[in-house]
């Protein structure tokens, strides 16, 4: 087998990280199917995004610490602790499961924020809960699919009236218009993507997509 095939990589886009691994090919595809019911679709996104955090972290910052074996002392590293996770309600909780693997001590915000579909897509706030003192924090961005780029853009806003470190966002399948209206927005923050889409319908869902995630994941729609 190939290395590029055993070892996840990624394909630099501008404002973009598209991560590709024939795994998480297999599981997007799942994750697309109609038929997959609510319990899988939990259980795939918590997966992708386990195998995604996972390549977030080669960006990470590390500090140079010493560990001892039963022998002796060695080098080795350690992950900052900096990371605040921000999930996107609903859809967006069905990926910290994927997280906790990797940033066990990592907080979790709330921030709830719809698309009102018959005033043009635009984002609407109903939630919104931070951990204390998120100065200074690498903020993590969770939300399956990223369409309009509307939601995401009215959430980084709220979040930069704090004076945070940075901010990434993980989604499983993106927009060009939500990739570009991100960028034009907060042009610092990095999308990480399984998947850029065809296009947008006149409803904004992304095709050919995986239809609405949060009625998909918890069964609404059933």
Known sequence: MKESQQTPTTD???????????????????????????????RIASLMTLFMGYEICRELEYQKTEVTTPFEQVESKKLAD???????????????????PIFPEARVGHVGIFRDKQNNNSAVEYYYNLPTNIQDKDLLIVDPLFATGNTITAAVNRLKQYPIRSIRFICFLAAREGILKLKQAHPD???????????????????????????????TNL
């Open 12 to 42: 630099q886009r501008p404002h973009c990280q598209i991560i590709k691994h024939p795994y998480l090919e297999h599981l997007l595809g799942k994750f697309r199917d109609k038929q997959t019911p609510p319990h899988e679709m939990r």
């Open 82 to 100: 900096r990371m605040v996770i921000i999930s996107i309600m609903r859809a967006g909780n069905a990926m910290l499961e994927g997280l906790w």
């Open 189 to 219: 923050v990095l999308i990480y993507a399984l998947s850029i889409e065809r296009e947008l319908n006149d409803k904004g869902y992304l095709i050919p997509g995986a239809g609405d995630a949060g009625d998909r994941l918890y069964g």
